[in-house]
């Protein structure tokens, strides 16, 4: 560039002005700019790396982390709680023992207490404490190479997003930063209110508790609006560690921190420092909480409806979802029930059984020694009762045995077996010193009965007859043994005791109880049935016949009116789902359980209305709405001033009223003089039964009624095999239905069997005695028609399994007869009765019932 004094330059000189003139002047800092801007462009550089490494550590960190929309409705797992008849608590089914209890209801107090002790800033920060994690972060750097614990700085909103979101305590700087990043977010998705409600009622405070409802009352046995100072505190210490601060093993440092959270709470003026000093002094002793239920026998009761509940509503709602469950269970009713059915059970096995010896045995030199210690190393059964005690015989020749008793301090006790358990054991395995045994402490004398567990089992159940509501069930010996209910889920032949299925079949065709077929031997092909007493009498009415459970007569009378009948008969009472067409099926030749026979017999004592057992009366949620009751029977609003609510009932009538009002007149004299008198024995209100006893003494039944209760009773072993001869359902399971129903009836007003309109009750000689029975109009006391000579199904071989069958009724009665009987014992041609000779092919009882 050429300037205007041509000299081709801009005035600035080529270099740095010296003195006295030599080269152009460097400009001044450089090195300074240099390296100010090297480090900027350095700073910058690292910055947008740094940001983009934390962007990226950020999104890899948030992608797939839960939502926490859903704690906006968050209902926390709480247990639900079955309930008695009476209202007590039977049992508790929980995965978490929960109470759960709002805001609202938590005294200022607790939530103090663990606010002082875990996030003394929480209604202040944003979900992270970053002060907090400093201090951790520097105290971790200290301890750093020591076994030393990293030190925590979650606040009790982190502890949220863990507990509820993350569900891990894995100690890593990725779970960290992630239960921060979700803190933020529950912050600005929950007030601090519904924050500190879950915390509170989800975290785990030792003893099974979570949550501090369960925790109250686990360690103080009390609910959370009376705790005072130092029991709150005391909770407020647990969340840092339940196990390192459980009262019961580690009480000074659980007292230390108790104080510790007491000195907090002051500090933040919660409570005044006097208050905390004088929580302080106060000892720290835990009640001696015991979980609810099961109420003494109701473990059965208590295993079917949660059983029902999983299969109504599954196995998250039923144990977590805080459901009120009002069952039926008569508590005491449930204790005679149980009670009732191990006498029988022990008086059968000690009549049968025998004494089968030792279940353990303990060394010479511990019984001379230090038996006491030998013996609490002894396992003791699971089918022991709560009564009995494990014992070691220390003499064989004195009887003298030692057992121990208590838990803290265990104490041994000493004491002489009775005389005539020592006579009873030597007839069977015999007694030898050292042996253990399971033995009952009396309470007069210091003598101690030697007991042994059945092998038989049994079950029962008490029903409702106008609601079918399940009052008592046993489902055997020993629940803690077997779970298995022999009530609801074995499925056995009820015998005789089916019977009166087929006497109501024909009451519904319009057989009159003073109907006459004839007790006489018959023949299907291979099959000969025969009466258990193996005699015959000839022309029988059907009352008689029912009071004494004759076979031939009700197997004449099922040919007669067809088992197709019968059948469905039995399937509409749901006492069978299926049964085969054939006659040996009305001798109990099906498959049936305790309940479904219970509710069977109580349609008929409810004069035909259907009856279905129930266990629960309703279930409630967790906000106390009613979501179940069973359908059928329910409280209708209306009527007038003086009646109130009536009962609106819909369930179907089965059976008309007057055949049920006929059978159970029949079914009454069984109990009054027949095959049930044992059961009726002292009993002086107005009650019906029937005994059942299947083929080869395999089952005992007696199911029997009154107006307003049903009890059913079996006894048989698990693997079918006789009871032995003559162990009728009359003689083994007839006392024990007669034990339960004298308390049931008890407490209860007398009430008589109810006759519908139109029917007759009228008193006649049957030719074996005066009896009492119901008749439907049209019909003659003591007459007995013709009712022809075929039956009411087409018989084929099949029907009884039998090769040759006899066409019709006239048939049967062609068979060689004996003389019959009269009612002064006498046969017709004056001579004395005797038993008939057997059929041809030895005299088969035949399938189905006995007596």
Do not use: C
């Not at 460097?26 to 790396?49: D, F, Q």
């Not at 720290?284 to 059983?307: H, K």
């Not at 000689?765 to 003591?782: H, L």
């Amino acid at each position: 560039m050429t300037l205007a004094d041509g000299s081709g330059r801009d005035g600035r000189m080529d270099g740095p002005s010296r003195p006295g003139g030599g080269g152009p002047r460097r400009p001044r800092y450089r090195m300074v700019r240099w390296l100010a801007g090297t480090t900027l462009a350095v700073l910058l550089l690292g910055s947008g790396g740094a940001g983009i490494v934390g962007w990226y550590e950020y999104e890899r960190l948030s992608e797939g982390l839960p939502t926490v929309d859903g704690l906006r409705t968050y209902q926390p797992p709480v247990m639900s709680r079955l309930y008695s008849g009476d209202d007590q608590v039977m049992a508790e089914l929980a995965a978490e023992r929960r109470i759960f209890v709002p805001y609202s209801a938590i005294p200022e107090r607790v939530r103090s207490a663990f606010l002082a002790a875990e996030d003394q800033k929480f209604f202040s920060h944003g979900g992270v404490d970053p002060l907090a994690i400093l201090r951790a972060g520097v105290t971790d750097m200290m301890m750093h190479g020591t076994k030393h614990r990293p030190i925590g700085a979650s606040t009790i909103t982190q502890q949220v997003a863990r507990i509820m979101l993350l569900g891990s305590n894995a100690v890593s700087i990725d779970r960290k930063i992630k239960e921060a990043l979700l803190a933020m977010r529950l912050e600005q998705t929950l007030s601090k209110e519904q924050i500190l409600e879950i915390y509170l009622n989800e975290i785990y405070l030792g003893e099974g508790a979570y949550g501090i409802g369960a925790a109250a009352q686990t360690y103080f046995n009390k609910p959370l609006d009376q705790l005072d100072n130092a029991e709150a505190a005391f909770l407020g210490a647990l969340p840092k560690s339940p196990t390192n601060y459980n009262p019961h093993r580690y009480v000074q440092a659980a007292t230390n921190r108790r104080n510790w959270v007491l000195d907090r709470m002051a500090d933040l003026r919660v409570i005044t420092p006097e208050e905390a000093r004088a929580a302080q002094l106060e000892p720290l002793v835990p009640a001696n909480f015991t979980r609810p239920g099961p109420v003494p026998g109701s473990e059965w009761f208590a295993e079917e409806v949660r059983r029902e509940l999983i299969e109504r509503y599954g196995i998250g709602t039923t144990m977590e979802g805080g459901l009120s469950v009002h069952t039926s269970l008569d508590s005491h009713l449930q204790q005679v029930a149980t009670g009732a059915l191990r006498e029988g059970l022990l008086r059968y096995d000690r009549a049968h059984g025998g004494w089968r010896g030792a279940f353990a045995h303990v060394g010479a030199a511990d019984v001379a020694g230090d038996w006491a210690n030998a013996l609490a190393h002894v396992t003791a059964p699971a089918a022991m009762l709560e009564q009995w005690r494990v014992a070691v015989v220390l003499s064989a020749t004195t009887g003298r045995v030692g057992w121990l008793e208590g838990r803290d301090p265990v104490m041994p006790h000493t004491g002489v077996m009775l005389a005539r358990d020592m006579a009873w054991m030597r007839t069977g395995k015999g007694v030898q010193t050292g042996d253990v045994v399971l033995v009952e402490p009396q309470a007069d004398g210091g003598g101690v009965a030697i007991r042994q567990v059945p092998r038989v089992e049994s079950a029962l159940a008490t029903i409702d007859v106008r609601t079918g509501r399940v009052l008592a069930m046993v489902g055997g010996w020993s629940f803690r043994e077997s779970q298995f209910n022999r009530a609801i889920q074995a499925a056995r032949q009820p015998g005789s005791s089916f019977k009166p299925f087929v006497y109501l079949a024909a009451m519904e065709q319009g057989i009159s109880p003073s109907q006459k077929f004839d007790d006489s031997p018959v023949s299907y092909g291979e099959w000969h049935p025969n009466n258990y007493e193996k005699d015959f009498w000839g022309p029988t009415t059907l009352h008689d016949a029912l009071r004494e459970s004759r076979n031939l007569v009700t197997i004449r009378l099922a040919a007669q009116i067809g088992m197709k009948p019968v059948a469905s008969l039995a399937q509409n009472l749901g006492l069978v789902h299926s049964m085969p067409l054939v006659l040996p099926a009305a001798l109990g030749a099906v498959e049936t359980t305790v309940m479904k026979e219970a509710g069977a017999y109580a349609t008929i004592a409810n004069g035909g209305r259907l009856v279905t057992p129930s266990l629960i009366d309703d279930i409630k949620d967790r906000n106390g709405n009613v979501v179940w009751r069973p359908e059928g029977v329910a409280w209708q609003p209306g009527g007038t001033p003086a009646t109130g609510p009536q009962v609106a009932d819909t369930r179907p009538q089965v059976v008309s009223a007057t055949s049920a009002a006929q059978i159970v007149a029949m079914m009454q004299d069984v109990v009054r003089r027949g095959t049930g008198v044992r059961a009726g024995a002292g009993i002086d209100r107005p009650i019906a039964g029937k005994t059942g006893t299947s083929q080869d003494f395999n089952d005992a039944w007696f199911a029997g009624f009154s107006p307003d209760l049903v009890t059913v009773v079996w006894i048989g072993f698990d693997t079918p095999q006789s009871l032995g001869k003559n162990e009728t359902g009359g003689v083994i399971a007839g006392p024990i239905w007669n034990q339960v129903m004298k308390v049931a009836l008890a407490t209860r007003p007398r009430l008589d069997f109810r006759v519908p309109d139109g029917v007759q009750l009228a008193r006649y000689d049957t030719g074996m005695g005066v009896a009492i029975d119901a008749f439907k109009p049209g019909q003659v006391p003591g007459e007995s028609v013709d009712l022809g000579a075929g039956s009411g199904m087409a018989l084929t071989a099949a029907d009884t399994g039998a090769e040759n069958m006899p066409d019709s009724e006239n048939d049967m009665a062609t068979m060689p007869v004996s003389p019959t009987a009269q009612p002064d014992g006498t046969t017709s041609a004056g001579h004395a009765a005797v038993p008939a000779p057997a059929p041809p092919s030895g005299g088969d009882i035949g399938m189905g019932g006995l007596y």
